[in-house]
C-alpha cells in the first residue's frame, strides 16, 4: 500500500537564530537552497539565519523570506537523504508558510517565493500601526465570542487562526491583543503568548498591503500546483496556479477562522471550487524556474537533482526517515553507582533508603571540614575491560564501559554487522580522567618528561568513555559526548531520544560516566565553600539533605548510568521489555553566571517548560520530578521556584524524589544515574525517598518524598539537572502501558 502523506510548512513566529545551520553544513542539498537564496535576494540571508542578531531576524521582512529558505532547505535535505520523494496527498502552509507550500508544489521558483515573501513583508511593515498577534492555548469555544468582544472594546482585533481545536490566534492593534491575552487567561485559558511578530497578520490592518500584493503578483507566473494546495481558511484545495495567486492576496486580510465548527474539507486530490469535476493533473515535481520579481533580476541557477542515499535495509525500510512524532522507548538499563553495581541491587537501596555516603577513603580526608563522598568501593573493572586497557586508562572511562554493556545486556540488543552502523552512542562526561592528569604530572615533576605515559591524554579526555564504549561494542553508528558539567547525563540522553526521532539512528547507548574524588577536586569545591557539612552531632552519611532548612552543601559521588533507547516501533518488533518512554527534552541557558544559578531559577524554568512543550506534554500530568537537588542553600531554592513557576498550582501534587541524598552529586554522571532512578520509579510505580529531610524550608514547600519510599501512580516524570556554566537539562519519561 503506498504511504500516504502531506507537507506543511510553518508561518512565522518560528524562526529563531541558528535555524537551518546544522542543517546546511550536513546536507549539499540544504546549502545550495540557502546559497541560492542568497543569490536571489541579493543578500546573505543565511547569515542571518545561522548567526542572527535576533532582533534583526525578528523584523518581518526578514523572517519571512528566512522561514522559506530554511523550509525549503529541509526539504532538499530530505530528498537528498531519500534519494525521491513521492508526490503528497496535499500542500499546507501556515500563513506565510503557504508561500513555501507553492515553492514546494512547484507554483512558484524559490527565488520568486523568497524574492515575493521579502516584498510581502515590507509591504505589511509599512502597514503596520503598532500591530501585534498572540496565541491562545485551551479557551474553550464557547468563550471565544467573550474573548473577542473584549479585544475590539480595546481597538482593531480579531481572531485570525484556529491551529487546532483549542488552539487561535488573535491579531490587532498592540494594546488589542495584549489586553486580550490577559482577558483569555481570565476566561480559562491555559496559555496566552504573545508572538515574536511586529505586524498584525489577517487583520484589517493588512488591506493596504493585500492591495499592493496584488499587483505584484500580478507580475509573477503561477503554474498549477503538483498536487492541491489547501486554502488557509477553509482547506479548500487550489488546483490552479491563479486560484494560488488569488489565495495569496486575500489571506493578509482574512481572518483564518470562521464561527461555529467547521468540517474539514475531503474532497477528492484535484477537485475543488476553483476546478469544479475537473481530475486533478499531476506534473513531474521537478521546480519550474519563473519569470524573477523585478526586472533586473539574475535567473537563479537550477538545484542539483538530489541522489539516492539508502545506505542499508532499516533505511530502506524508512525507519530512519524524520519523524518527530516517532515514540522512543527506554529497553535497558546499567548503572555503577555508590549504592549498587547493578540496577535491581540499586533498585532495592533506593526505596529501602539506603545511603552510600560515608568517609572518605581513597586519600586522608582529616584536613579538610568535609569528609564524606559517595564512592564505588569493590568495583572489579576486569568484568567489562581488558586488564591492558584498564591500567591504560581513567576509572571513568572504566564505570561507563560497564553501564554500558549492563545496559546493552539489559536490552538483549544483539550488535551484529546489519545494525552495528544504525545505532549510535551518546556518552558523555563533565571532567573526563583527573585521576590519569594528575599521575602523569607526578610522574614528570618526579623523574622527567619521559615517564609521562604516551597514552594518557586520549585516555583523558571527556569524550574517552564515548570513544572505548564504540570499541568495547563495535556500534558504529554516530558517536557524540555533549559536555555541560553536570548537566551532560540529561543533555545526552535527551539528544539521543531526539536523534532517534531525526532518523540518526534506530537506537542509542546514551548516559555519561564521572570519577571526580580526587583530592585536588574536593579542594577546588570546599574552597569555592559548596562542600556540605552535617548537623552538629548527626553522622556523616547525613550530609546531603536536599529542600531541608539546613542544608549547607553537597557531597561529591562518582559512578555512571546507560540507557538503551530505540525506536517504539523497532523495540515492538523484536520483542523487547519497555520501562518507558522519552517524551519530552529541554535545554537552556542562564547566561548568567558560571557557579550561581541565575535569579529565579529561570534557566531551570525555561529547560523544564521546553521539554514540557517539546512533545506535548501537559505540566498538570507529570507526578514525579527527580530534581537537581544538591542540597545547596541558593541551588535548591533556585531550583524550587523554577518548579513552582512551571508547575503553578499542580505542584504540591508533584512528588519531589532528591536521590543525591543518597548518592551525592555525580557531577556529569548525575543527569544520567538520575535518569535510570527516574525510570526505575517510572517502571516500579513507587517514588524514592529523599534521605535526611527533616525540617521543612518554607521559602520552597515542596511535596519533598522522605520518611520512606511513597508507592503512587506515576505517568509521567521529569527528571532535570542544572550544570555548571549555566547549563539546564530536563528529560521527560512516560509509562510504557503496551499500546
Given at each position: 500500500?503506498?504511504?500516504?502523506?502531506?507537507?506543511?510548512?510553518?508561518?512565522?513566529?518560528?524562526?529563531?537564530?541558528?535555524?537551518?545551520?546544522?542543517?546546511?553544513?550536513?546536507?549539499?542539498?540544504?546549502?545550495?537552497?540557502?546559497?541560492?537564496?542568497?543569490?536571489?535576494?541579493?543578500?546573505?540571508?543565511?547569515?542571518?539565519?545561522?548567526?542572527?542578531?535576533?532582533?534583526?531576524?525578528?523584523?518581518?521582512?526578514?523572517?519571512?523570506?528566512?522561514?522559506?529558505?530554511?523550509?525549503?532547505?529541509?526539504?532538499?535535505?530530505?530528498?537528498?537523504?531519500?534519494?525521491?520523494?513521492?508526490?503528497?496527498?496535499?500542500?499546507?502552509?501556515?500563513?506565510?508558510?503557504?508561500?513555501?507550500?507553492?515553492?514546494?508544489?512547484?507554483?512558484?521558483?524559490?527565488?520568486?517565493?523568497?524574492?515575493?515573501?521579502?516584498?510581502?513583508?515590507?509591504?505589511?511593515?509599512?502597514?503596520?500601526?503598532?500591530?501585534?498577534?498572540?496565541?491562545?492555548?485551551?479557551?474553550?469555544?464557547?468563550?471565544?465570542?467573550?474573548?473577542?468582544?473584549?479585544?475590539?472594546?480595546?481597538?482593531?482585533?480579531?481572531?485570525?487562526?484556529?491551529?487546532?481545536?483549542?488552539?487561535?490566534?488573535?491579531?490587532?492593534?498592540?494594546?488589542?491583543?495584549?489586553?486580550?491575552?490577559?482577558?483569555?487567561?481570565?476566561?480559562?485559558?491555559?496559555?496566552?503568548?504573545?508572538?515574536?511578530?511586529?505586524?498584525?497578520?489577517?487583520?484589517?490592518?493588512?488591506?493596504?498591503?493585500?492591495?499592493?500584493?496584488?499587483?505584484?503578483?500580478?507580475?509573477?507566473?503561477?503554474?498549477?500546483?503538483?498536487?492541491?494546495?489547501?486554502?488557509?481558511?477553509?482547506?479548500?484545495?487550489?488546483?490552479?496556479?491563479?486560484?494560488?495567486?488569488?489565495?495569496?492576496?486575500?489571506?493578509?486580510?482574512?481572518?483564518?477562522?470562521?464561527?461555529?465548527?467547521?468540517p474539514f474539507r475531503r474532497g477528492r486530490p484535484g477537485q475543488g471550487p476553483d476546478r469544479p469535476g475537473q481530475a486533478h493533473?499531476?506534473?513531474?515535481?521537478?521546480?519550474?524556474?519563473?519569470?524573477?520579481?523585478?526586472?533586473?533580476?539574475?535567473?537563479?541557477?537550477?538545484?542539483?537533482?538530489?541522489?539516492?542515499?539508502?545506505?542499508?535495509?532499516?533505511?530502506?525500510?524508512?525507519?530512519?526517515?524524520?519523524?518527530?512524532?516517532?515514540?522512543?522507548?527506554?529497553?535497558?538499563?546499567?548503572?555503577?553507582?555508590?549504592?549498587?553495581?547493578?540496577?535491581?541491587?540499586?533498585?532495592?537501596?533506593?526505596?529501602?533508603?539506603?545511603?552510600?555516603?560515608?568517609?572518605?577513603?581513597?586519600?586522608?580526608?582529616?584536613?579538610?571540614?568535609?569528609?564524606?563522598?559517595?564512592?564505588?568501593?569493590?568495583?572489579?573493572?576486569?568484568?567489562?575491560?581488558?586488564?591492558?586497557?584498564?591500567?591504560?586508562?581513567?576509572?571513568?572511562?572504566?564505570?561507563?564501559?560497564?553501564?554500558?554493556?549492563?545496559?546493552?545486556?539489559?536490552?538483549?540488543?544483539?550488535?551484529?554487522?546489519?545494525?552495528?552502523?544504525?545505532?549510535?552512542?551518546?556518552?558523555?562526561?563533565?571532567?573526563?580522567?583527573?585521576?590519569?592528569?594528575?599521575?602523569?604530572?607526578?610522574?614528570?615533576?618526579?623523574?622527567?618528561?619521559?615517564?609521562?605515559?604516551?597514552?594518557?591524554?586520549?585516555?583523558?579526555?571527556?569524550?574517552?568513555?564515548?570513544?572505548?564504549?564504540?570499541?568495547?561494542?563495535?556500534?558504529?553508528?554516530?558517536?557524540?559526548?555533549?559536555?555541560?558539567?553536570?548537566?551532560?547525563?540529561?543533555?545526552?540522553?535527551?539528544?539521543?531520544?531526539?536523534?532517534?526521532?531525526?532518523?540518526?539512528?534506530?537506537?542509542?547507548?546514551?548516559?555519561?560516566?564521572?570519577?571526580?574524588?580526587?583530592?585536588?577536586?574536593?579542594?577546588?569545591?570546599?574552597?569555592?565553600?559548596?562542600?556540605?557539612?552535617?548537623?552538629?552531632?548527626?553522622?556523616?552519611?547525613?550530609?546531603?539533605?536536599?529542600?531541608?532548612?539546613?542544608?549547607?552543601?553537597?557531597?561529591?559521588?562518582?559512578?555512571?548510568?546507560?540507557?538503551?533507547?530505540?525506536?517504539?516501533?523497532?523495540?515492538?518488533?523484536?520483542?523487547?521489555?519497555?520501562?518507558?518512554?522519552?517524551?519530552?527534552?529541554?535545554?537552556?541557558?542562564?547566561?548568567?553566571?558560571?557557579?550561581?544559578?541565575?535569579?529565579?531559577?529561570?534557566?531551570?524554568?525555561?529547560?523544564?517548560?521546553?521539554?514540557?512543550?517539546?512533545?506535548?506534554?501537559?505540566?498538570?500530568?507529570?507526578?514525579?520530578?527527580?530534581?537537581?537537588?544538591?542540597?545547596?542553600?541558593?541551588?535548591?531554592?533556585?531550583?524550587?521556584?523554577?518548579?513552582?513557576?512551571?508547575?503553578?498550582?499542580?505542584?504540591?501534587?508533584?512528588?519531589?524524589?532528591?536521590?543525591?541524598?543518597?548518592?551525592?552529586?555525580?557531577?556529569?554522571?548525575?543527569?544520567?544515574?538520575?535518569?535510570?532512578?527516574?525510570?526505575?520509579?517510572?517502571?516500579?510505580?513507587?517514588?524514592?525517598?529523599?534521605?535526611?529531610?527533616?525540617?521543612?524550608?518554607?521559602?520552597?514547600?515542596?511535596?519533598?518524598?522522605?520518611?520512606?519510599?511513597?508507592?503512587?501512580?506515576?505517568?509521567?516524570?521529569?527528571?532535570?539537572?542544572?550544570?555548571?556554566?549555566?547549563?539546564?537539562?530536563?528529560?521527560?519519561?512516560?509509562?510504557?502501558?503496551?499500546?
Open positions: 500500500m503506498a504511504v500516504q502523506f502531506a507537507l506543511v510548512f510553518p508561518g512565522q513566529g518560528s524562526q529563531y537564530v541558528g535555524m537551518g545551520q546544522a542543517l546546511a553544513d550536513a546536507s549539499p542539498a540544504a546549502a545550495a537552497v540557502f546559497a541560492a537564496a542568497d543569490e536571489a535576494l541579493g543578500e546573505p540571508i543565511s547569515k542571518l539565519c545561522f548567526e542572527g542578531p535576533e532582533e534583526q531576524l525578528n523584523l518581518t521582512v526578514n523572517s519571512q523570506p528566512a522561514i522559506v529558505t530554511t523550509s525549503i532547505a529541509y526539504l532538499a535535505a530530505l530528498e537528498q537523504r531519500l534519494g525521491s520523494l513521492p508526490t503528497p496527498a496535499f500542500y499546507a502552509g501556515h500563513s506565510m508558510g503557504q508561500y513555501s507550500a507553492m515553492v514546494a508544489a512547484g507554483v512558484i521558483s524559490l527565488a520568486d517565493g523568497v524574492r515575493l515573501v521579502r516584498e510581502r513583508g515590507r509591504q505589511m511593515q509599512a502597514s503596520a500601526t503598532d500591530g501585534s498577534m498572540a496565541a491562545v492555548i485551551g479557551l474553550p469555544d464557547d468563550r471565544l465570542a467573550e474573548l473577542e468582544s473584549a479585544g475590539q472594546a480595546l481597538g482593531v482585533f480579531t481572531i485570525a487562526n484556529r491551529n487546532s481545536p483549542g488552539q487561535i490566534v488573535v491579531s490587532g492593534e498592540r494594546a488589542a491583543v495584549e489586553g486580550a491575552a490577559e482577558k483569555a487567561r481570565e476566561l480559562g485559558a491555559k496559555r496566552a503568548i504573545v508572538l515574536p511578530v511586529s505586524v498584525a497578520a489577517h487583520s484589517p490592518l493588512m488591506g493596504r498591503a493585500a492591495d499592493a500584493m496584488r499587483d505584484v503578483l500580478a507580475r509573477v507566473d503561477f503554474a498549477d500546483p503538483l498536487a492541491p494546495l489547501l486554502a488557509n481558511a477553509d482547506a479548500r484545495p487550489l488546483t490552479t496556479g491563479e486560484a494560488c495567486r488569488t489565495e495569496l492576496v486575500e489571506h493578509l486580510t482574512r481572518a483564518h477562522v470562521r464561527r461555529g465548527r467547521q493533473r499531476p506534473r513531474s515535481r521537478r521546480l519550474r524556474h519563473r519569470r524573477p520579481v523585478g526586472p533586473r533580476s539574475p535567473r537563479p541557477a537550477r538545484l542539483p537533482r538530489p541522489q539516492r542515499h539508502i545506505r542499508s535495509n532499516l533505511v530502506a525500510m524508512g525507519i530512519r526517515r524524520p519523524d518527530f512524532s516517532r515514540r522512543v522507548a527506554v529497553t535497558g538499563l546499567g548503572i555503577i553507582s555508590p549504592i549498587g553495581q547493578d540496577k535491581d541491587t540499586v533498585w532495592d537501596n533506593l526505596v529501602n533508603g539506603r545511603s552510600g555516603l560515608k568517609k572518605i577513603t581513597r586519600w586522608d580526608p582529616s584536613p579538610y571540614e568535609a569528609q564524606v563522598s559517595g564512592e564505588v568501593n569493590d568495583f572489579d573493572g576486569t568484568q567489562w575491560m581488558d586488564f591492558k586497557a584498564i591500567r591504560r586508562t581513567d576509572r571513568n572511562v572504566v564505570f561507563g564501559v560497564a553501564a554500558a554493556k549492563q545496559a546493552l545486556a539489559d536490552s538483549g540488543l544483539e550488535i551484529t554487522d546489519d545494525n552495528r552502523d544504525d545505532i549510535g552512542i551518546l556518552f558523555g562526561s563533565g571532567g573526563g580522567g583527573p585521576y590519569l592528569l594528575m599521575e602523569n604530572l607526578q610522574k614528570w615533576e618526579n623523574s622527567g618528561a619521559r615517564t609521562v605515559s604516551p597514552f594518557f591524554i586520549a585516555n583523558m579526555l571527556p569524550d574517552t568513555a564515548s570513544g572505548q564504549i564504540a570499541i568495547e561494542t563495535g556500534i558504529r553508528g554516530s558517536n557524540m559526548c555533549i559536555v555541560t558539567a553536570c548537566s551532560t547525563g540529561t543533555h545526552n540522553i535527551g539528544e539521543a531520544a531526539e536523534g532517534i526521532r531525526r532518523g540518526d539512528f534506530i537506537a542509542a547507548l546514551a548516559g555519561a560516566t564521572e570519577n571526580p574524588l580526587h583530592e585536588m577536586v574536593h579542594i577546588g569545591f570546599s574552597n569555592m565553600r559548596g562542600m556540605g557539612l552535617p548537623r552538629p552531632g548527626e553522622p556523616l552519611e547525613t550530609v546531603s539533605r536536599p529542600f531541608d532548612k539546613t542544608r549547607n552543601g553537597f557531597v561529591l559521588g562518582e559512578g555512571s548510568g546507560a540507557l538503551v533507547l530505540e525506536d517504539l516501533e523497532f523495540a515492538k518488533a523484536r520483542g523487547a521489555k519497555v520501562y518507558a518512554e522519552v517524551v519530552g527534552f529541554g535545554s537552556a541557558a542562564d547566561a548568567w553566571d558560571l557557579i550561581q544559578p541565575v535569579e529565579k531559577g529561570d534557566g531551570a524554568r525555561r529547560a523544564m517548560l521546553q521539554a514540557l512543550e517539546r512533545h506535548g506534554v501537559p505540566a498538570d500530568e507529570i507526578d514525579l520530578v527527580n530534581p537537581h537537588g544538591t542540597s545547596t542553600p541558593l541551588g535548591d531554592l533556585r531550583e524550587a521556584q523554577a518548579i513552582w513557576s512551571v508547575f503553578g498550582d499542580h505542584t504540591p501534587a508533584v512528588a519531589i524524589s532528591a536521590t543525591k541524598s543518597m548518592t551525592g552529586h555525580l557531577m556529569g554522571a548525575a543527569g544520567a544515574v538520575e535518569g535510570v532512578f527516574t525510570v526505575l520509579s517510572v517502571y516500579n510505580q513507587t517514588a524514592p525517598a529523599t534521605l535526611n529531610y527533616r525540617d521543612e524550608d518554607p521559602e520552597i514547600n515542596l511535596n519533598v518524598v522522605h520518611g520512606t519510599a511513597r508507592p503512587m501512580e506515576i505517568r509521567y516524570a521529569m527528571s532535570d539537572n542544572i550544570g555548571l556554566g549555566g547549563h539546564n537539562g530536563a528529560v521527560i519519561f512516560k509509562r510504557y502501558d503496551g499500546d
